[in-house]
């Protein structure tokens, strides 16, 4: 048996672990990879489909094959559910990048759920100062708040604070540069891998 060098060096580059980009890459190709079934992936990997290792393995192929199909296509595609209940509607006033069939579903966590929905990931930690539990949002991916992703969804949610102060003379509007330090919740969707769901906290700079 021969591991190819080459595909191993590219699976760890992607984020696939040395040791199972190892037994991934022996006597496979990348293209051979990716025609695998996601049980023979699991099954060459030695892991359960419920296992971290091979949903990692999963996203890493699945972003593979998408970052190809942009390659190869010039045309900027909409897809047939480009308006679907969980995107935001801009029909009229300007393109939806939200709606395009590359970008994955992402929504803005309100902050008084911010705690729950990340505690699963162990991100709740001791303030050393005051003692005090805290959120460490800063140790997740970041995303700049000039990322068209991030201000088609400010703009969305601006609109709409716009329209509650009209009806309610007692609404406090949002303060500006509400947006910053607030998380995104990235849902990914792919025949192979399921669902997979990832989150970005929103920064004014690097």
Known sequence: MVVKSATKKRLMELGVGEEYAHKLATDRNMADIKALTSDEIASCLGVSKDDEVFQITMNVLGELGARRQKRRSRKITISR????????????????????????????????DEEEELR???????????????????????????DPVVQVIKETVEREDMAKATDDEEHIPLPAGWIADRVLKVVRRSPSAGVSIAYRLIVEGK
Not at 125 to 140: C, N, Q, W, Y
């Open 81 to 112: 559910k480009a308006l679907e209940d969980d995107d935001m509607d801009m029909a009229g006033t300007k393109f939806n990048v939200l709606n395009h069939i590359f970008v994955p579903h992402q929504e803005l966590i309100p902050a008084e």
């Open 120 to 146: 699963p990931w162990g991100l709740l930690s001791t303030d050393e100062e005051t003692g005090e539990p805290r959120l460490a949002k800063e140790i997740l991916p970041k995303i700049l708040i000039t």
